[in-house]
């Protein structure tokens, strides 16, 4: 097919024009082999500009495009629709940077840099003689999401989509949603109940038409990709039959056998049927087997004898339910660095040395004391109580070496509470910086040192240790020099934020990236934030690093707004600058499949050739570097026209 | 089983007790520490300066010497123990100073032809440096020596004391855990004893300061006995000749400037084994001690 | 009295030296102070650990030079063991007696002459050695 080319310089005001000399360049590409039309012009991405590429497209009867400008990642859509708009296929309508890579570079060589602009554009145009009309991608988009996780950003997410129209699969893996946030006191900065503003989120959530929310239930299995993931659900048995059962307690209340309760952090227990908390969604219990004496032992059987409805059914099994969605919001939150990893400071030795979330309990007023802080040791209530941040954070070489980001605002919240309690005893915070970057968080924390004469000491703790029935704590005050020693009543821990432990699991199955410490990974840190780099994954809440409560749910209404993005077309296009393979010459030897690191390459049995799934495949381009017979190409940037483009820059 | 023996300088002299408790120990449990035939002072402190090769050539000498008789050599004192463990990491890491040690050694070596010589060939590592209670552990086994302990330290409260040396630095002395070790406890428990965990175990005695300024030695000495004391100690078991005489000597002091202070002996950990292990009184000299242990162990009918 | 930083004072031949001996970053210090909360001998110190890291991060050797702090130090490595970013204040220490020791900028705290007779005869020599080897060089 003949080939008409057409090739437009642009001056971007001076930034080019200033030093490459357009004209010259225009000129010297309209005598260039398969150019039909040459031409420069002030600035290409204004309207006018546009336009002329439009009109010439008709005028000159294109069949190929090179806009000699700025950077493609500026402007490369704009002149692609421009040439669509034309009738030209997108995808061959090319940029060559000339700006950039040349007049912004070599401002002191002009006549070199009208030279190096030649030779530029004249390789784009043998790349653009070659470009194929690539049509986009599209695979089809299934309408629903699937949000893993309970806590305050998953239930975000879920309303958000749910409430734009869009079905939500919402799976938490403890009996009820609520996370986190459900076992706080209070939060910061206005000291709101946690529970009194969650719990309305939480039943619009599980009563919401749109969204199907399945408690005591894990992911099996992910497979498939963006539009069309295939998701195994199991759902544990909890052998109470939900649907029959009234929430009566009855069960619970007859229960004899007991545990500590996850929920109470240790601090009380829990009965081997049970429902975490008074306010949980679903409001109906689930039967703990590993702790039931009628699984352990074949004894007992009193909850299923006195049901009054007959739910308790010790045959039911795990079910798995096998669902299609579009998109996954993975929102799968945090744990506490483990306290026994503190061992200077006898964690996990001394009971009245706590962990925060053991402290909240103790605040709580449906917490096991009724919301008296009372030491574990003895139910006495302390006259001096030690708060520490940094436990297990800022501390590269024994722990984690990232700021955990809330530990200073929730034990500055601690000690109010605490203070406002106890008003004749006294509170110790020791920390090394007192970081307060949100919205009335500094005012916050000077009104715990001024109004609730909270003690900052600055410096660090070094040991703790049991004497006499106190907690001594050896540390410092770095402002004045002193070695500090304080026989308190009880330690509070601020532990550092980790992600949950069945987070990194979770991550290799869904296959996305994690950083080293387990958190999931944004796909950039500055202005993706809410995506993962694997298409369809959206990311919110701590399980992608330690933040606060506005911040998970700031993060979660951004991913479900992405989500609601895709959802707004009923198929999802896809860049179709990707790899592709020649069956004619590949040999099967499957080193592409071994390289992929999106799962995009397979094995055809059948034909012995790999084959890309052209939905998945990102156009990473680590297929086609493997490849040893070079069967594996890239749309639009094949060996060939890479050895074109070459050729035409070193040409004489 | 033989395996070479580095005594140290302080236990052929301020410490012979432990030297003589310690060998007659292991030959009981069927060991005999075969005591190297050369030796120098290891130089007592490991220098923390990076360009230290001279101040660590005593204590690649040494190990040098333990290549000869096989692949590792057992020590007793704490002080050893870390000297001798940190310059053969100098040795196995560090290629620069690696080669200026052995430059020193090939020279030694030719300086002594005469002599008898037990340098052959680089030292480059290849002696594991062990402590005795890690032998015990791994040779013996503790669950062994339950077994063959004759007479069990019931009703015997026993604190032991780790010290520095043993455990710091912890990445490179890999001993025990740092902040709650526990080996000493569980060899304790095997001989019987009502085993005392006290949360100064792992603080220091004051080291070589003794010699500089006693007070600094009184005041260290009192946090770790007071702290013991408050825990019901009987006796205190060490394995460091300067803890010991640091702990023990310095209740004097304190005894006279704290009121109700009361004096506890402080032993070495082989002496209580070899206690338990049925060696007669003969065997446990206990004459370098301030506080005598003798009327805590016969009170608990042990003597 | 206003101290004076400058380009020269802050990265002085003398931080310089110490930080080559000690193989410690100074920099990586943030102040948290562990390191004096873990000591086990800082009552008797005039500049407490990290008071004597901050005065080397602002430049001033000499003060610290001075002081009896690195004279007191036992070598219980506590302060290395503990610190989360690393820093080797016990190193640092011995680097600082060392700067002293090797140039005889001031008499070694333990003469040899002078070790009490009660000392050498009923001490463990291990310590008179050690304490000799630290203090005097």
């Known amino acids: 097919m003949e080939q008409r080319i057409g090739v437009f310089v642009c001056h971007c005001g001076t930034n080019i024009a200033g030093v490459v000399d357009t004209k010259r360049v225009a000129e010297a590409l309209s005598r260039y082999p398969g150019v039909a039309y040459s031409t420069d012009y002030t600035y290409m991405c204004s309207d006018p500009g546009q336009n002329l590429v439009r009109e010439a497209i008709g005028e000159h009867r294109l069949t190929g495009v090179v806009v000699a400008a700025c950077s493609p990642t500026l402007h490369e859509t704009t002149f692609r629709r421009a040439g669509s708009a034309a009738g030209l296929n997108p995808y061959q309508v090319e940029i060559a940077n000339i700006r950039e890579q040349c007049s912004w570079v070599h401002q002191a060589d002009r006549e070199r840099a009208t030279e190096k602009a030649v030779r530029i554009v004249k390789s784009m145009v043998e790349k653009v003689k070659l470009d194929e009309a690539l049509e986009a991608i599209s695979v089809p988009m299934t309408h629903r999401a699937l949000v893993v996780g309970g806590g305050v950003a998953g239930i975000q997410a879920a309303l958000d989509i749910a409430n734009a129209g869009h079905e939500v699969i919402l799976v938490e893996k403890s009996p009820s949603i609520g996370g986190h946030m459900a076992q706080l006191s209070e939060t910061f900065p206005t000291l709101d109940c946690s529970q009194c503003i969650l719990t309305p989120k939480m039943v619009e959530v599980a009563q919401h038409p749109r969204v199907r929310l399945l408690t005591y239930s894990e992911i099996e299995d992910v497979s498939g990709y963006v539009g069309s993931f295939k998701i195994k659900i199991r759902k544990k048995a909890a052998y109470v039959n939900r649907d029959v059962c009234t929430g009566c307690g009855l069960c619970t209340e007859k229960c004899p056998s007991t545990t500590p309760s996850e929920f109470e952090e240790g601090l009380a227990d829990r009965k081997a049927i049970y429902t975490p908390f008074p306010q949980a969604v679903p409001n109906k219990p689930v039967l703990d087997r590993d702790h039931c004496l009628y699984f352990q032992s074949g004894k007992c059987g009193i909850c299923e004898k006195i049901c009054p409805v007959d739910a308790v059914d010790y045959e039911a099994e795990d079910e798995i339910v096998e669902e299609e969605v579009g998109a996954i919001v993975v929102a799968t939150g945090y744990d506490l660095y483990p306290i026994v990893n503190m061992g200077e400071f006898g964690g996990g030795r001394y009971p009245d040395v706590v962990t925060s979330l053991q402290f909240e309990r103790l605040l709580s007023a449906s917490g096991p004391t009724g919301g008296e802080v009372r030491r574990p040791s003895d139910g006495q209530v302390p006259d001096e109580v030690v708060f520490m941040t940094c436990v297990g954070s800022r501390d590269p070489e024994h722990h984690m070496p990232y700021c955990s980001k809330i530990c200073c605002m929730y034990l500055t919240k601690h000690a109010m509470l605490f203070k406002h309690k106890q008003h004749d005893a006294q509170a110790y915070v020791f920390y090394m910086d007192v970081r307060t970057g949100g919205k009335g968080y500094e005012e916050f924390y000077q009104r715990a040192a001024e109004e609730d004469d909270v003690l900052y000491v600055r410096g660090r703790v070094s040991k703790i240790f049991e004497e006499d029935g106190k907690t001594v704590v050896w540390g410092v005050d770095t402002l004045t020099g002193q070695k500090i020693e304080i026989r308190a009543d009880m330690v509070v821990l601020g532990l550092a934020m980790v992600p949950s432990d069945a987070a990194r699991q979770l991550a290799n199955k869904l296959k996305i990236h994690i950083d080293e410490w387990g958190f999931l990974s944004e796909a950039h840190p500055k202005l993706r934030p809410v995506e993962s780099l694997t298409p369809g994954f959206y990311l919110a809440g701590a399980a992608q690093g330690p933040k606060d409560i506005p911040e998970a749910v700031a993060q979660a209404s951004g991913a479900a707004s992405k989500v609601c993005a895709l959802f707004s077309e009923e198929e999802y296009h896809r860049e179709p600058i990707i790899a592709w393979i020649d069956e004619d010459t590949c040999a099967g030897c499957r080193v592409c499949v071994s390289v992929c690191p999106y799962d995009a390459a397979e094995f055809d049995q059948e034909k012995g050739v790999a084959k890309i799934q052209d939905a998945i495949c990102e156009g990473c381009g680590a297929c086609i570097a493997a490849c040893p017979s070079g069967s594996a190409q890239q749309r639009n940037l094949t060996d060939d026209q890479i050895y074109r483009m070459v050729s035409a820059t070193l040409e004489d | 089983m033989k395996v070479p023996y580095y005594p140290g300088c302080t236990l052929h002299e301020r410490a012979r007790d432990f030297d003589a408790s310690a060998r007659d120990c292991a030959k009981a449990l069927g060991i005999e520490l075969e005591e190297l035939p050369i030796w120098t002072c290891c130089g007592a402190v490991f220098p923390l300066t990076t360009d230290s090769v001279m101040e660590i050539l005593g204590a690649v000498r040494n190990l040098a010497y333990a290549a000869r008789l096989g692949d590792k050599v057992v020590t007793l004192c704490s002080f050893c123990y870390n000297v001798l463990k940190r310059a053969n990491k100098v040795v196995r890491d560090d290629p620069e100073r690696r080669e200026k040690a052995n430059l020193f050694l090939r020279a030694d070596t030719e300086a002594r032809e005469g002599i008898e010589s037990y340098l052959k060939g680089d030292y480059v590592g290849q002696v594991d440096v062990l402590h005795y209670i890690e032998m015990l552990r791994d040779l013996v086994g503790f669950d062994e020596i339950e077994k063959r302990v004759k007479k069990r330290l019931e009703g015997l409260n026993v604190a032991a004391y780790y010290g520095c040396m043993l455990l710091r630095p912890a990445n490179e002395m890999e001993f025990d855990d740092p902040e709650q070790p526990t080996i000493f406890e569980e060899f304790l428990s095997s001989l019987g004893c009502n085993v005392i965990d006290f949360p100064m175990k792992t603080e220091c005695c004051g080291g070589f300061q003794i010699v500089n300024d006693e007070e600094i030695a009184i005041a260290c000495s009192q946090t770790v006995m007071g702290s013991a004391l408050k825990r019901g100690a009987d006796v205190v078991v060490t394995t460091c000749p300067l803890c010991r005489y640091n702990l023990d000597e310095k209740q004097k002091e304190i005894g006279e400037r704290v009121r109700d202070y009361e004096k506890i002996p402080v032993i070495y950990f082989t002496q209580l084994l070899g206690l338990a292990l049925g060696l007669g009184e003969e065997h446990l000299d206990f004459s370098e001690n301030h506080v005598d242990p003798r009327p805590v162990l016969a009170e608990r009918r042990l003597l | ?137």
């Not at chain 3, 080559?20 to 407490?48: K, N």
């Not at chain 3, 506590?78 to 001031?106: H, M, T």
């Open chain 3, 1 to 137: 009295m206003r101290v004076e930083l400058s380009r020269e004072r802050v990265n002085g031949e003398l931080r310089e030296r110490v930080e080559e001996l000690s193989g410690q970053h100074l920099s990586a210090c943030y102040q948290c102070g562990m390191c004096t909360a873990g000591c086990p001998v800082v009552e008797t110190m005039d500049i407490v650990p990290s008071e004597v890291i901050r005065l080397l991060q602002l430049g001033d050797v000499e003060t610290v030079l001075e002081s009896k702090t690195i004279w007191i130090c036992a070598s219980c490595l506590q302060c290395a063991s503990r610190c989360p970013r690393g820093v080797e204040f016990s190193s640092i220490c011995d680097a600082l007696r060392a700067i002293v020791l090797r140039k005889r900028l001031s008499a070694p705290k333990v003469d040899a002459d002078e070790v009490s007779s009660v000392l050498v005869s009923e001490a463990p020599q291990m310590g008179v050695v050690g304490a000799l080897r630290k203090l005097n060089g």
